[in-house]
């Protein structure tokens, strides 16, 4: 899979809006870019960063608990192919153990998702990788926890739930 030099930052420049309602729960944003196919909601107390090369966008509440989005190929890959390449790439990563991999359908498309334990330091990462095709473009959606898993599951749960492909 090929990455690309291609950086994208979603902004807020509303100051007034600290992520909460008036009734102090957490307000849904929308992963809504220019040129990229698809969106899906997160919540609104994400902090927002620039990602490594690839990475179009990166949001979530410490270092290692986040939703990112990588491009993988500006080609569209089959899902057999998905399967496969992205198991290659995910066994090569030092302590990740892959604990579950399928299929589901989202937003009229369907996607191959992995999930894995990796092993960093003192630290065990959990992470479920979903890949797919939108816009004739190959794509990675990542949800990554650590200490505050129960977040970021509910975090990715809601992206999907509201994933949907222009």
């Not at 604990?99 to 959990?126: Q, Y």
Request: aromatic fraction near 10%; proline fraction near 5%; glycine fraction near 10%.
């Amino acid at each position: 899979m090929v990455g690309l030099v291609y950086f994208f930052v979603l902004r807020d420049d509303d100051e007034k809006d600290n992520g909460t309602s008036s009734t102090g729960s957490l307000t849904a944003k929308t992963f809504d870019l220019p040129g990229i196919p698809f969106t899906f909601e997160y919540p609104g107390n994400f902090a927002l960063n620039d990602g490594p090369q690839g990475y179009v966008w990166i949001g979530g509440i410490g270092p290692y608990d986040m939703i990112n989005v990588k491009r993988l190929a500006n080609q569209p890959n089959p899902v057999a192919r998905l399967k496969k390449s992205s198991r290659e790439a995910l066994t090569k990563v030092p302590g990740l153990t892959i604990t579950s991999e399928g299929t589901e359908s989202r937003g009229g498309i369907e996607l191959v998702k992995f999930v894995a334990d990796t092993i960093l330091g003192d630290k065990t990462l959990h992470s479920q990788f979903f890949y797919f095709v939108a816009g004739q473009v190959t794509w990675q959606l990542e949800c990554e926890s650590n200490a505050e898993r129960a977040a970021i599951d509910a975090a990715c749960a809601r992206a999907l739930d509201t994933f949907a492909v222009r």
